[in-house]
């Protein structure tokens, strides 16, 4: 090992504690999210190197921002995320673990097709958290996925909006086009680019997709048994809410790993169809 070598390893570490550090103090994620984050981070930037961790990196700012936009507002409609918006280790590793597995991989068992599931999944994770901040904000209320003509209350499970879906597929090419320039995909010539950025827009949309279906059909939903509001919390109004629907395991966390896994596998299938990867 170098010197450089080991001078490079020890700014990867500051580099990631530093944003951790800054992310607490914006109140982006609590105490358990700081933790959780860090192990993500740590994974991605030593394993996958600076590029892969500025992938992630955009995912992180730009939930930051899209959750704390219009915070009040959201919270008046009772749908905004808890504690302002800070996120702990659960939330944290639902929308993380997927894209270090992906790291882990390239790593280890070696190949570009896991840079390409790599960015389908971030671009999921970033979808699925645009579509719900900003389809929040849709001027019409959503429908829900598995029964179209159904309109739902905004954030209720499985609620789908055409702004949403339009903020997942912009997710989707922002996080495709970040990782062509980055270099994360370093052997997609020119002439491919259309295509790759083809298959992590349709990844994501295939991954926030499955999402939805999982949150209207086996997404724990509880009925609050003081305000009688319908909810994905198994506690409201500081009482235990009643299961009115689905299965008590599968929360929020849950069905974002489930949507966000999808994505990945989605690039990778995607990829190998089209001779990709
Ligand atoms: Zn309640």
Redesign the pocket.
């Known amino acids: 090992m170098t010197l450089i070598t080991v001078v490079d390893y020890v700014l990867r570490v500051l580099v990631v504690v530093g944003f951790g550090l800054l992310s607490i103090r914006k109140g982006l994620v609590d105490k358990t999210g700081l933790i959780a984050g860090l192990v993500i981070g740590l994974i991605v930037i030593l394993l996958g190197g600076w590029n892969w961790f500025l992938i992630l990196l955009s995912f992180h700012i730009m939930a930051g921002l899209v959750t704390k936009w219009r915070y009040d507002y959201k919270r008046s409609l009772g749908v905004a995320e808890e504690k302002g918006g800070a996120r702990s280790w659960k939330n944290v590793l639902a929308n993380g673990i997927v894209a270090a597995s992906m790291t882990v991989f390239e790593a280890f068992v070696g190949g570009q097709v896991w840079a390409l599931a790599y960015l389908a999944a971030v671009a999921a994770a970033m979808g699925d958290t645009l579509a719900t901040e900003i389809g929040l904000l849709n001027p019409t209320p959503p429908r829900l996925i598995t029964k179209p003509w159904r309109i739902v209350e905004p954030g209720t499970s499985g609620g789908v909006s055409l702004l949403g879906y339009t903020a997942s597929a912009l997710a989707g090419a922002i996080v495709g086009f970040l990782g062509y320039i980055l270099g994360v995909v370093p052997e997609v010539s020119e002439i491919d680019f259309a295509l790759f950025l083809l298959v992590v827009v349709v990844s994501t949309i295939i991954g926030v997709t499955v999402d939805s279906i999982i949150g209207a059909t086996v997404q724990a939903q509880y009925r609050?048994?003081?305000?009688?509001?319908l909810?994905e919390k198994p506690v409201?109004?500081?009482?235990p809410?009643r299961l009115v629907k689905g299965y008590e395991w599968i929360d929020n966390h849950v069905v974002n790993i489930f949507g966000i896994g999808s994505a990945a596998l989605a690039a990778i299938l995607l990829s190998a169809i089209l001779g990709l990867a």
């Open positions: 609050c048994t003081v305000c009688g509001k909810t409201h109004c500081g009482k809410a």
